[in-house]
Structures are given as C-alpha cells and as structure tokens.
C-alpha cells in the first residue's frame, strides 16, 4: 500500500496559496509604469502578470503580500493598501 | 561455492552478484571490511558500479537515497555511530518508499566509547520504516541480502531493509560459506525496476511537504505494507529454497526444540547459536528447555510468537541491548504478543547480555536458565560485575 509518494509538476497550482496572506496586498496605481518588468522579476511567488505600460497584476490567489514589488518599483508606481482596504477585493 | 572466508568479504561478494549500480559509504571505525572489499571490487573492475567516497555517513545516506530515486540499485553498509549520524535519512529513505538494502554490523554506542558487538544500534532504530532481519551466522547474512534485495523492490512492498549481522562475531569471524552462483542469483533477483524514479524527461518530486492534510496516509501505507509484508516473507523464503536449495522455513521465527519444553529462552542474532548449544546438552540430560530465534524484528511476527510459545511456561527474552528507562527492546514485544491472550507463558521474564561486546558464554546461557524461574524478572542483566559500580560519583 501507498500514501501520497510522488507530485507531478502544476500539481500545486490549484493550491490558492494567496489566502495565507493577512496585511497587506500590492496596488498597482497604472499612472507611471515604464514596463521596467522589475516587479515581475523579483516577485518571489512568480504571480505578477503584465507586458505593456500600466498593464501588470499581481494574482492575489497567489500573492503573499510581501511587498517586495511595491518596494522594488522604480516609479513607486505600486502601493501596498490594506487587505481590508475597498477597491480590489481579495480572491 | 563454498568457500572459507570472513564475514564481511562474504557480504561483498554477495552484494557484488546483487550488482548494485551505486554503493557509498563512509569508511571510518566503526566499519567493517564489507565496503573496503566492495571499493576494491568496483576498482578491479569486477563489478560496474560507481563507488562514491563521501565526508560522513549522513552523505553516505543521502546518496544511496538520491540514487534509489533514479531508480538504480544501491547498497551501504555501517554500524553504532555511523547508523546514528544516518539517522536522519534513513526515516527519508522509508518514508520515500526506496528499496535501498543496508548491511548493519551490530555495535555498541557511545559513550563510553565501544566498538564492539551489541544490538543497541539497530534496535535504536526500530520505528524507522525499515525491515530488520537478524542473522544467526555468516551464511543466513549473505543469503539474508539476496532476500533482502527481493523483498525491498517487490512491488507491493518497497520498502528498505536493514540485514543485521551482530558486528566482529560475525562479521570479523571465518566460517565456510556458500556464495550463490552468478547465475542462480540473476534467476532469484531480476533487475530492478522502479515504480517512479527521478527523470528529466518525465519531471517529478518525491518526499516533499505533505501537510496534515496528507502525512497521516503515508504513514499508514507504511504500517500496512509491512502487516503484510509478513506473509510475502515467508513467499519470498520458499521461492529462495527453491533455487538455491536452503532450508528456512519462513524468515520470521526460528523454533529450536520447542516442543514439549518448559524453559525457552528468546533472542536474536547469533548468540542464538550458543544458546543451541546449551539447549542440546541440557536436553541430553533430559531437561526440557528450547530457543526461540526471532530473525525479522521489524515486522514483527507476533501470531507466530503467539503460536510457538502460547504453551511454553516459562520464557526468558535475551536481549543484547536496552532502551534505558523500559523494558528491553525484544522483551517489551513478546510481553505484548500475550498481553489480554487466554494462552500464554506464566512467566517472561527479561534479561539483558552481552552488552558492549561482554562474551555471552555457554555458563551465561546457564546462569539465564538458572535465574528464569516462577518469580518473574525484568531487564536482570546478566554477568556483571558489580565491584564497578558506584553509588556516588567522585570520593
């Protein structure tokens, strides 16, 4: 007999790992961007999404709300609001 | 073939026809020639394998667990501190369902230093996931590998298995040996085939995070491949007879001149060879005493315990280590094997022997049969020397 051995890759995705998070989530403002793709990089969980100017996400079904992002972002273009906070809704 | 040589160059042989395709160990006291045979076997060229020398046991560990999971066969061996130092991975090695075999050659444990034979090391190590097997002399440890190779890559089963041979008695000790031939082995063991492995083209992840939601399962898998791994046990040892012509009834208990006896003494490794000796010339004197050799500790075989011992009166459980503070370790399960059970001994008492290499002599064996009486006794250590002990430490 065997119990859960082996995970295949994308296994885990479906895991919405964003619900871990508790303060904090990125806002991204869309009013600077320069596409630098600087929060996409060091995005430690790989959930920013975007290519063209004022056009990147973060996944919250993913995100952790480390801010990382926010405080990597060049034009301050990203603020970290509150998860309680109106507008986007957590997913 | 037979041939006249020392345990651990047995051993090597052995796991030569079992054509691990990576061994590793880390050579340090206390090891045994098992490896250093092996590392000049691999040099010769006589076996194609990758020998990798490592800077501790826990490396050792670690590589034969990554190497089962590419899906090739492995083999370490290792003893007492060294074991201790694996310990770690060797709950992975289990809990990641590998059919790694491992030699241990029973020592003592520090501290004080020892490097000679008890069964502390292994015994330590008993709720690892691992199957221990007990030989009595050189020839069950070499046949004990093959089996052991068999049974830890059988599908239903895949789980590692520890073969314990009581270290320096057996594996520093001469005796003649059948070394199966080459061909009879690949008959026995077929290559291994993995059920998963670790492949670039086919990605996968082993023995990673399993969360509550998930860990309980693993476990139990576990417990109940080996509840059943019992019967395969006694499959596998009738399919080995057949081949290489041996004699082992089922690889779990051995029963020596059990019937109509009324002392028995239960133990494991080899000083069960001593302990014959003792119950033929008390039998000659027409004193109805016999032995119980427990040879797989992990399963352990409790119905058939149950069963050879249920109308034994009384039963002295010889144990070559201790787990301070409790009951000794082979004790403490045959205790449970009657506990609540309408038949059963009247008397278990336990004794412990041979402790950090003390010989365990025929008058020890005696000296056992003498103190095993109505009164029952519990871990009553036998031959020691109490001019050493001290009731205060300093003046």
């Excluded at chain 2, 050792?60 to 066969?73: I, K, Q, Y």
């Amino acid at each position: 007999m065997f119990g859960p051995l082996i995970v295949k890759p994308i296994n885990s995705k479906g895991d919405k790992t964003g619900s871990w998070r508790i303060q904090n989530r990125p806002h991204y403002l869309h009013k600077d961007c320069i596409a630098c793709r600087m929060c996409l990089l060091i995005c430690p969980e790989g959930c920013v999404h975007g290519k063209e100017k004022n056009a990147f996400w973060a996944d919250y079904n993913f995100c952790k709300g480390c801010g990382v992002c926010a405080d990597i972002c060049p034009k301050k273009d990203i603020a970290m609001v509150s998860e309680e906070s109106k507008g986007e809704t957590k997913e | 073939m037979k041939e006249f040589v020392e345990g651990s160059h047995a051993i090597a042989e052995i796991v030569k026809s079992c054509q691990p395709g990576v061994i590793s160990a880390y050579p340090i006291t206390p090891q045994t020639h098992i490896v250093e045979d092996l590392a000049q076997i691999v040099a010769d060229g006589k076996l194609n394998a990758q020998f990798v020398n490592v800077e501790s046991e826990h490396s050792a560990a670690s590589v034969v667990l990554g190497a089962s999971a590419t899906g090739v066969r492995v083999y370490t061996a290792t003893s007492s501190q060294g074991l201790f130092y694996m310990q770690e991975v060797v709950f992975n090695i289990a809990g990641m369902r590998l059919p790694v075999v491992m030699t241990c050659a029973n020592r003592a444990v520090s501290a004080p230093i020892n490097i000679w034979n008890d069964q502390q090391d292994s015994l330590s190590l008993r709720d690892a996931g691992w199957f221990q097997i007990y030989a009595e002399d050189n020839q069950e440890a070499v046949d004990f590998h093959l089996i052991a190779y068999r049974l830890a890559e059988d599908k239903r089963v895949m789980l590692p298995v520890m073969v314990c041979m009581d270290g320096f008695i057996l594996t520093h000790g001469m005796e003649t040996v059948d070394l199966p031939e080459q061909d009879k082995v690949n008959k026995f063991l077929p290559n291994y085939k993995p059920l998963y492995k670790l492949d670039p083209a086919d990605p996968m992840s082993m023995g990673l995070l399993a969360d509550p939601d998930y860990y309980m399962e693993t476990r139990f898998a576990i417990q109940e491949t080996m509840r059943k791994s019992i019967g395969y046990l006694s499959e596998i040892s009738k399919e080995f007879n057949d081949v290489f012509g041996r004699d082992y009834k089922d690889l779990l208990v051995e029963e020596y001149q059990l019937k109509d006896a009324e002392k028995v003494i239960v133990a494991m490794g080899s000083v069960c060879g001593t302990i014959k000796e003792v119950v033929d010339e008390q039998r000659a004197k027409g004193k109805k005493v016999g032995l119980l050799r427990i040879i797989s500790y992990r399963p352990f075989p409790y119905a058939r315990v149950y069963e050879a011992l249920k109308d034994i009166p009384k039963v002295a459980v010889l144990d070559k280590a201790v787990s301070l503070g409790a009951y000794a370790p082979v004790a403490v399960e045959i205790k449970s094997t009657f506990y609540g059970k309408k038949k059963g001994p009247k008397v278990i008492s336990s004794f412990v022997a041979g402790l950090g290499g003390r010989d365990i002599t025929l008058e020890t064996i005696h000296e056992v049969f003498r103190r095993l009486t109505v009164k029952e006794v519990n871990f009553d250590f036998v031959d020691l020397k109490p001019e050493l002990l001290k009731e205060e430490y300093g003046e």
